[in-house]
Structure formats: structure tokens, C-alpha cells
């Protein structure tokens, strides 16, 4: 990770590594909200799509265009989002394919230990997607708290 590169232009390149542009962001029309999660931002962007009259695109593509939807709103106002966390507290969100996410909290202290942690469980699960988020200010809802990374199967962990 280029620690020069914003959280937006990180999760920008995510979505071209899962077949997305930028044009799956600024062309959906989808006005990001202060209480929005990713999960509810690729909910809204896939009704958007369909809206418009346009096969929603997969999921994956949805999802990394949530991120960038939501690093942006957060990039814009410091003061959304949480700030950093601190070790021991991590939850796991996994992203079925059914739609459904589930939320845990991971056991392991220090971030790569709990990537690895969370890593065997989202592959237990069978899901292609999970994120681990520090909770902070946002609860322990799936979606919630300052996003840590994210894991897609097809590419690994990336922030």
C-alpha cells in the first residue's frame, strides 16, 4: 500500500481490479448519506442500476464502488468516521452471496493475526468478501465503525 495514495484511490484501484471505473461510481447517480455502510451504498448502487434500466453489475463491482463511494464522503468530512484503531478490538464483517452479512468479533489482538483469523473464516464461510472494521462510534452493526481492510478472495486483503 503507497501511503501517499488516499483510502479513495486505493479502493479506485481495487474496483478496476474486479472489472469496475470509475464510471460504475460518478455515474450511478447514488447520493451517499451520513448514515450510509458500504453494504447499504452497494444496495442503493445496484438499485440505481436497475432504476436506470440497466443490469446491475456483480456484486463485487458493487461492493468496491461502495468503498469508494464511502472513503470519499469520509475523506470529505474527517470528522464522519472514527479515526484509527486500536488493537484487540476488531470485527469481522463476512459478505455472503446470499446477500446476507454477518458480523464477529476477532479474537486476535494485533491487525495481521486477526487478517489471517479472519481470512480462514471468511473462507470457511464459502464467502468471496470480508472487511474488518474497528468498531469506534459505530456500534457493532455489520457495516459499521472505521473500515480497516477488506478481503476479496480473487485479489487478497487490500485497504
Not at 455515474?27 to 446491475?56: C, F, H, M, W
Not at 469508494?68 to 488493537?87: A, C, K, W, Y
Not at 454477518?102 to 491487525?111: G, K, W, Y
Not at 457495516?143 to 486483503?157: F, I, K, N, P, Q
Request: glycine share 12%; aromatic share 6%.
Amino acid at each position: 500500500m503507497n501511503s501517499i495514495q488516499s483510502s479513495s484511490e486505493q479502493f479506485g484501484q481495487h474496483l478496476k481490479s474486479v472489472g469496475g471505473s470509475e464510471a460504475d461510481v460518478s455515474g450511478s447517480n447514488y447520493l451517499v448519506t451520513p448514515e450510509d455502510t458500504v453494504e447499504s451504498a452497494a444496495s442503493g448502487l445496484r438499485i440505481k442500476q436497475q432504476q436506470q434500466g440497466n443490469v446491475p453489475s456483480k456484486q463485487s463491482t458493487l461492493h468496491a464502488a461502495a468503498e469508494v463511494l464511502i472513503s470519499r464522503r469520509d475523506e470529505q468530512d474527517p470528522g464522519n468516521h472514527p479515526g484509527t484503531s486500536q488493537p484487540g478490538e476488531y470485527q469481522l464483517d463476512i459478505h455472503l452471496e446470499t446477500g446476507r452479512t454477518t458480523r464477529e468479533p476477532i479474537p486476535e489482538t494485533d491487525l495481521e493475526a486477526a487478517q489471517i483469523w479472519a481470512q480462514e473464516r471468511i473462507e470457511a464461510d464459502g464467502a468471496n468478501f470480508g472487511a474488518i472494521y474497528f468498531p469506534a462510534g459505530g456500534g457493532t452493526e455489520s457495516g459499521t465503525g472505521a473500515l480497516e481492510c477488506s478481503y476479496d478472495r480473487a485479489v487478497g486483503w487490500y485497504r
